[in-house]
């Protein structure tokens, strides 16, 4: 147990980091377990060692945040002045792809629109592409219901009404055929009777 409770790994890089970086560094070689145990031991006493000698320079220039510059000091006193070099290029490196990623966030910026306004520009834009979908497929449904209905209609038309035969006659005319009518029913009625009444008698 480290101080303050702290369990090892608490206090320690991720083993997995640590054994990427000696694969990366040794691809052909075999290490031991115990030999990357003692490699990311080595780490983290390096670690804390650099962050406690930065601290106190940060400390003593009456600072509240440890930068860049207290770190390449702290090198310098440990008597790691041979890594200044390497720490130097990967801090110009770190600030040339802070830059580009500043740059594309203030294009962002730039136009005045913070990013969540944008993603909810973007879902607004969604939704009415979805209402406008659905207005052109219910018009394209009214329009086939009324071609339906305009065809239903022609086929109507083409049927012709039976003519009414007493249409256009006058009084006299329809008492006529009245007349013509009851007289055709009656004969046929004789007719009838004078049938039945043959049969009977044979």
């Known amino acids: ?33 115990d030999a990357r145990e003692l490699v990311l031991n ?15 320079e940060c400390t003593r220039q ?20 041979h890594y200044v070099p390497e720490v130097e290029d990967v801090l110009e490196d770190y600030k040339v792809q802070a830059t580009q990623n500043k740059r594309k966030a203030t294009k962002l910026e730039d136009l005045g629109i913070p990013e969540e306004e944008l993603l909810r520009q973007q879902e607004e834009l969604f939704a ?7 207005q052109m497929d219910q018009e394209e449904q009214a329009e086939a219901a009324a071609a339906a209905a ?3 209609s022609a086929a109507g038309d ?6 009414d035969p007493a ?16 007289a055709a029913g009656a004969t046929a009625a004789g007719g009838h009777m004078a049938s039945l009444h043959s049969t ?3």
């Open 150 to 152: 305009a065809a239903a």
């Open 62 to 81: 009456s600072k509240k945040t440890i930068g860049p510059e207290h770190i390449l000091v702290a090198l310098k006193g440990l008597g790691f002045d």
């Open 1 to 33: 147990m480290a101080e303050g409770g702290l369990a090892d790994d608490d206090i320690s890089l991720p083993r997995t980091a640590v054994n990427k970086l000696i694969k990366e560094m040794l691809p052909n070689m075999r290490i031991s377990n």
């Open 158 to 163: 083409a049927v012709q009404p039976v003519a």
């Open 128 to 134: 009415q592409a979805r209402m406008q979908q659905m």
């Open 167 to 182: 249409a256009g006659m006058t009084a006299t005319q329809r008492q006529l055929a009245q007349f013509q009518a009851i």
């Open 42 to 56: 080595c780490c983290t006493e390096f670690i804390h060692l650099l962050a406690a000698e930065a601290n106190e």
């Open 200 to 202: 009977g008698g044979n």
